[in-house]
């Protein structure tokens, strides 16, 4: 059985979750962690902003066929429709400044390595 929309949304927002509880209690041992942890946030946010595209445009197809109505509060759709659409456009814009300022993260983590322990401080027993 294959996965819906549903499901695969709470499985986004779970990963996301073990990812901020692991950086919480382990955190980064070495910087190459940084790198691909950076990499993988990087093309999320970047995922983020044609996942809201593509819920907008489902939704403008939804109204297009006439299978919208407002809810039992009597909102006029029309406006329910005009505030998720000024949402959405916000929130693609946040994730495409999102996506470039993590691509700017990754950049510069790459460019940070281990700086060497001097040899008299590598042994314990300082032999």
Not at 58 to 66: A, E, Y
Not at 71 to 95: C, H, I, N, W
Not at 102 to 107: E, G, H, I, V
Not at 110 to 117: I, S
Request: negative net charge.
């Amino acid at each position: 059985m294959t996965e819906n929309i549903e499901q695969h949304a709470e499985g986004a927002a779970r990963s996301l979750v073990e990812l901020v509880r692991a950086l919480q209690y382990r955190g980064v041992e070495y910087p190459g962690q940084a790198h691909s942890v950076h990499s993988y946030l990087t093309r999320c946010a970047g995922e983020l902003r044609t996942a809201i595209e593509l819920i907008e445009a489902s939704v403008q197809q939804l109204q297009d066929k006439g299978q919208l109505m407002s809810d039992y509060r009597g909102e006029p759709l029309d406006d329910v429709l005009q505030r998720f659409t000024e949402s959405s456009d916000a929130a693609k814009d946040l994730a495409g400044e999102l996506h470039g300022q993590l691509s700017t993260a990754y950049s510069a983590i790459g460019r940070v390595a281990y700086k060497e322990q001097p040899a008299e401080q590598q042994s314990p027993t300082g032999s």
